[in-house]
């Protein structure tokens, strides 16, 4: 009786352990976790909320990682993805709290949105930088891929070639 008592906790424990697992981070670790990199590297922390189906999302990934402008980002950047707005069987991504913290930033018109802060954790910025103050996400209109790379300028060293390799990359996205 005793065996099978034991065996039962083991195994129900064993669930227990791998569900806890299988969580994904909560949206404040990961942002704590972008600032302490960012801090440690002397960097500004770029947080994007972001979903699995966001084709914008993944054209705000591509754009980053494109070999015109990954080495900028990168230099700038410690960069932190929260997850949020899952559906059906995704929603198990979803990272706890992303979406009261996106409302907190003034995320108000869909993915991807993006804030900046400093390597302390302050606001600089979040991506509600269209004419009327809403999300430009990943910007490919002009109006929008010009305020992106002034706000760059604003706070990120980056140089006119840099500058100009981010503009044409992020207009791109229009014809993408």
């Known amino acids: 009786m005793k065996k099978i008592l034991f065996a ?18 909560t949206a404040g670790d ?29 054209k705000m990934d591509a754009s980053i990682e494109d070999p015109t402008c ?26 706890p709290g992303g979406d009261a913290m996106y409302e907190e930033y003034g995320g108000n018109n869909g993915l991807p949105f993006w804030i900046i802060l400093d390597e302390n954790g302050n606001l600089l910025t979040t991506a509600n930088l269209s004419k009327t103050g809403e999300n430009i996400g990943c910007p490919s209109e002009e109006d929008d891929v010009n305020a992106f790379v002034n706000m760059l300028k604003k706070y990120t060293l980056i140089t006119d070639t840099e500058a100009k390799a981010v503009h044409d990359r992020f207009v791109k996205n229009k014809k993408i």
């Open 30 to 58: 990961i942002v704590n976790a972008t600032v302490a990199k960012a801090k440690q590297q002397h960097k500004k922390a770029l947080v994007m909320f972001h979903a699995s189906w966001c084709e914008w999302c993944k």
């Open 70 to 95: 990954k080495n900028y980002f990168n230099k700038n950047f410690a960069i932190g993805i929260i997850d949020v707005f899952e559906i059906g069987k995704k929603t198990k991504l979803n990272n």
């Open 8 to 25: 039962v906790l083991v195994c129900a424990f064993s669930c227990v352990v791998a569900r806890a697992q299988k969580m994904p981070a």
